[in-house]
């Protein structure tokens, strides 16, 4: 009796011991949910490089996003209302390359429209300004300050088999963060009016992102 006594005293204490390791492995345990999207925008900033890509809904439109962001450029696409544009952005400049309806919705001269269709164009600043938020800091710092109020309380799940925590923002949007170190952002799911699904990937991998050739400069063809 007392043999077991011992063996048995000896089992809880050794799964206590396990379980207090399996919770010390989580470097987002006790983390409120802004501590654990701060992390998460730490991580994707300190990243370097990250490919984003899904769907996200903006002042009621739904856009398609499929974007390579690497320190303060980007390169890839931005759909809307099934009208493709290319975006580059680079040493401080946007390019656009989009066909003659995107660019005839902004008011462009007919006699004009034919020298944009399928054109790189160098965009003015102010116009460029517009596109801020598609850049490593501009993800960072919504992560960090979203719209809505987040909770303090995180939920750990799974995704694709591994330890993620979800922060979730009052209107229902969460974000999917690895239960890592580093804490990559994984996820994001917007609700009421934002609805949509991006996902991070390829953290840390580059790829070339250079200005692109002969583009068109608004500024000098409205004589700015």
């Keep these: ?73 980007a390169a890839g696409t931005l759909t809307f209302g099934g009208t493709e544009v290319e ?23 007919e006699e004009a429209l034919g020298m944009f269709d399928g054109t790189w164009v160098l965009m003015p600043a102010e116009a460029a300004a517009e596109f801020d938020t598609f850049s490593l800091a501009g993800f960072a710092d919504e992560l960090r300050d979203p719209d809505g109020e987040i909770e303090e309380e995180t939920r750990s799940e799974e995704l694709d088999g591994e330890p993620v925590r979800v922060v979730e923002q009052e209107d229902g949007s969460t974000l999917t963060v690895a239960d890592d170190d580093p804490a990559y952002p994984l996820e994001l799911t917007g609700e009421e009016g934002s609805e949509g699904t991006v996902t991070f990937s390829g953290y840390g991998e580059e790829e070339d992102i250079s200005a692109p ?12």
């Design 1 to 73: 009796m007392r043999i077991r006594s011992i063996t048995a005293t000896a089992g809880l204490a050794v799964a206590a011991l396990l379980l207090t390791a399996c919770g010390s492995d989580s470097p987002l345990e006790g983390k409120t949910g802004e501590e654990v999207a701060a992390a998460a925008a730490d991580a994707l900033e300190e990243a370097g490089a990250v490919h984003i890509a899904g769907t996200m809904t903006q002042d009621g439109e739904e856009m398609e996003i499929d974007l390579q962001l690497q320190g303060d450029d």
């Design 87 to 109: 975006i580059i952005s680079v040493g401080g400049e946007q390019f656009l390359r989009a066909p003659v309806e995107f660019w005839a919705g902004f008011g462009m001269p």
């Design 213 to 224: 050739e002969d583009a068109l400069d608004l500024d000098e063809m409205m004589g700015a």
